[in-house]
């Protein structure tokens, strides 16, 4: 199944449509689509930013305003940026932090036992139109830039408690392994050996960071990097994709099996 996070909130689509941000999933082999969730009580997610599955199955996602902030939602948020957890075997929804300023990319560790998060807050909403014709998006769009503010990699500790279908994990001892060197972290993925490989946002490039947050490595584009993604039968080529371009980097840093992504949890 491929997941999807759906960001815009459109009341303008052809034919009278209307679109809400959400959860949706789709069957590649039989191209069935389904809405999972389009809202936390009757009220509509600001726009789901990115999107992870736990080690139960449990659909874990981070919620930010960036759509209308990026002028493709035609309303303001409603509830305050967070991180959710959706629980399909019963339907719930559940807030699990409200501490990030921008809550973006997500990723559990391959035991299960670490969930990242990334906090892009260094670009947050402006009332007054930043960008427009001649740069990164051709019409003018609500984004102000500021490097004071959040640009960091934070991690958790992931636990269980409950038994039978109230077993469910809980984050705990929330740290700071890591501060971007330039623009905010975005997409961010976990390697087959553990490594994070975080995507730069607006700015040019990739940072690979060790269990803990240490930087090994980092892989300069001449474009934005909001998201990245492994392919190839050895899982070693990596795709680096943004606003202006895409970079392919053949890469001896494997990508994981996502048949069998998690080696061993703390759950089991």
């Known amino acids: 199944m491929v997941y999807w996070a759906i960001h815009g909130n459109n009341a303008s689509l052809p034919n009278g449509l209307h679109q809400r941000p959400g959860i949706a999933r789709f069957n590649p082999r039989t191209f069935k689509a389904e809405w999972l969730l389009n809202s936390y009580n009757g009220f509509s997610f600001a726009g789901p930013n990115d999107i992870t599955i736990g080690p139960d199955g ?13 002028g493709v939602s035609e309303s303001p948020k409603q509830l305050q940026l967070a991180t959710y957890r959706f629980r399909p075997s019963t339907g719930e929804v559940q807030i699990m932090d409200t501490s990030l300023q921008y809550p973006n990319g997500i990723a559990f560790s391959r035991d299960g036992r670490t969930l990242y998060i990334g906090d892009s807050g260094l670009e947050h909403y ?8 001649n740069d990164f998006y051709n019409y003018p769009i609500n984004i102000e830039f500021n490097s004071t503010e959040a640009r960091n990699v934070v991690a958790w500790d992931v636990t269980w408690v409950g038994q039978g279908l109230s077993r469910r994990a809980i984050i705990t001892r929330k740290r700071t392994i890591w501060q971007s060197l330039e623009g ?4 961010l993925k976990v390697a087959a050996n553990g490594f994070l490989v975080v995507a730069a946002g607006l700015s040019p490039g990739v940072d690979i960071l060790d269990e803990v947050g240490s930087q090994v490595a980092r892989i300069q584009t001449n474009h934005a990097v909001e998201n990245i993604q492994w392919s190839g039968r ?10 202006g371009g895409i970079t392919k980097v053949q890469f001896d840093l494997a990508g994981p099996d996502l048949r069998n992504y998690y080696v061993s949890s703390q759950r089991d």
């Open 184 to 187: 905010a972290p975005d997409g």
């Open 58 to 70: 449990d659909i874990w996602f981070t919620d930010t305003d960036y759509g209308y902030v990026l």
């Open 126 to 133: 402006s009332p007054i139109p930043t960008r427009g014709p």
């Open 234 to 243: 050895d899982l070693k080529t990596l795709w680096l994709v943004g606003i």
